[in-house]
């Protein structure tokens, strides 16, 4: 990661839907991510968070709306998807990373092969972000050597190594044993704090109450609440935020009164 913040890729989706068959998984949501700001989106399973991410990305595509991402409307037909996606950081629950290549091979060969960037470019530019999630010293060793809650931190430096204007996070603490899930939260704070554009599917309430600009609440497809985390998650309006919540938090931690 630069020194300087990548505060690119400003993130509008108006009217977004998404159909798997019969069932309506994405039910016209809209949401504005502003250069910068950290967005969290919260609610049960199934409630249509991560086919948004995948959408944002084109990893799937909306069958009506549309997504704009900096300057680029990414639903647009002609949209040059490849040279999209080496402008986005994408992490998802699992690390996906090469079991026979080492970490610094993991975050340096798609900048090579994508960016066209020489080897020892590309080794530095990784050793610098592996540096900055704290695992410098695990870059001759192979994924498997490392904990869980280390190779998500590997799967960030790589996605970082990219130079991406905006990060995108499914639920990366998911997978995590809760020991390990700090270290990877500590790396995202950093991350917020330097400027990062972000965009997150968590359940984690507390990281999103403190490092969230944006707090959006889906269930069933459509945005039920949204506003700064000291609202939507210590002062909810609507009564299926307040349930949701009531479930995931502890009682003192929220007023849930009607």
């Given at each position: 990661m630069s020194d300087t913040a990548n505060?690119?890729?400003?993130?509008?989706?108006?009217?977004?839907?998404?159909?798997?068959?019969?069932?309506?998984?994405?039910?016209?949501?809209?949401?504005?991510?502003?250069?910068?700001?950290?967005?969290?989106?919260?609610g049960p399973s199934g409630s249509g968070k991560s086919t948004l991410l995948r959408c944002i990305n084109l990893l799937e595509r909306p069958d009506a709306g549309t997504i704009t991402v900096g300057d680029t409307l990414v639903t647009d037909p002609e949209c040059d998807i490849d040279d999209f996606r080496r402008r986005v950081g994408l992490v998802f629950q699992h690390f996906n990373l090469f079991p026979h290549l080492t970490v610094l091979e993991n975050c340096s060969i798609a900048q090579r092969r994508v960016l066209k960037?020489?080897?020892?470019?590309?080794?530095?530019?990784?050793?610098?972000?592996?540096?900055?999630?704290?695992?410098a010293d695990k870059a001759m060793d192979k994924p498997s050597s490392l904990?869980?809650?280390?190779?998500?931190?590997?799967?960030?430096?790589?996605?970082?190594?990219?130079?991406p204007e905006?990060?995108?996070?499914?639920?990366?603490t998911s997978a995590l044993d809760p020991e390990t899930v700090g270290d990877v939260l500590a790396v995202m704070r950093g991350l917020a704090k330097a400027g990062m554009t972000m965009l997150v599917?968590?359940?984690?309430?507390?990281?999103?109450?403190?490092?969230?600009?944006?707090?959006v609440f889906m269930d069933?497809?459509?945005?039920?609440?949204?506003?700064?985390?000291?609202?939507?998650i210590?002062?909810?309006?609507?009564?299926?935020?307040?349930?949701f919540l009531s479930r995931v938090l502890n009682p003192t931690d929220v007023d849930l009164a009607d």
């Open positions: 505060t690119g890729g400003r993130i509008v989706v108006e009217g977004v839907t998404k159909a798997f068959g019969s069932n309506e998984v994405l039910k016209g949501i809209s949401l504005d991510v502003n250069p910068g700001e950290v967005v969290c989106l919260i960037r020489s080897r020892a470019e590309a080794d530095e530019i990784s050793l610098r972000n592996l540096e900055h999630v704290g695992l904990s869980g809650g280390q190779q998500q931190r590997v799967a960030i430096a790589r996605a970082l190594s990219m130079d905006l990060m995108l996070f499914d639920e990366p599917v968590t359940h984690e309430m507390g990281f999103a109450r403190e490092v969230a600009d944006k707090v069933g497809g459509v945005v039920v609440e949204a506003g700064q985390a000291a609202q939507v210590g002062a909810p309006q609507n009564a299926r935020t307040k349930e």
